[in-house]
């Protein structure tokens, strides 16, 4: 249930971006979403209309960019980027797979929508 804590997260942070701009409505929150994160998008909304229920950012849209993984190679020091969950990641430089992972492991709110 990773998804859950962090879209509690989610919606204590919106709400509190309503409460301190005067907002009546919480419309719509984009979020960045790392493909190494371990989060799947898929769920996201769903979860966030269960716990939404009864505040004012009932009803919100998500929206979800993708952050794409970047890994550093071990060996040659290459640059990497991978768009999609791999079976495996392979160093594009030199093949090896000792790599070492920069981005796209995390989370965050970009922005939240208020009326
Ligand atoms: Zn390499």
Known sequence: MHELGIMTDVL????RVAEEHGGK???????KVGLMSGI?????QSFFDVIA???IASGAELVIESDPAVFVC???GG???????????ICEHCGSQALR?????G???????IL
């Open 107 to 113: 989370f965050q709110i970009v922005s939240v929508g």
């Open 12 to 15: 204590d942070t919106a709400l």
């Open 40 to 44: 799947v998008a898929d769920y996201v």
């Open 79 to 89: 640059q990497t980027v991978y768009k999609k969950l791999g079976p495996e990641y």
């Open 74 to 76: 071990r060996k040659c």
């Open 101 to 105: 992972l920069t981005s796209g492991y």
């Open 53 to 55: 229920k009864d505040t």
């Open 25 to 31: 409505k919480v419309t719509k929150i984009t979020l």
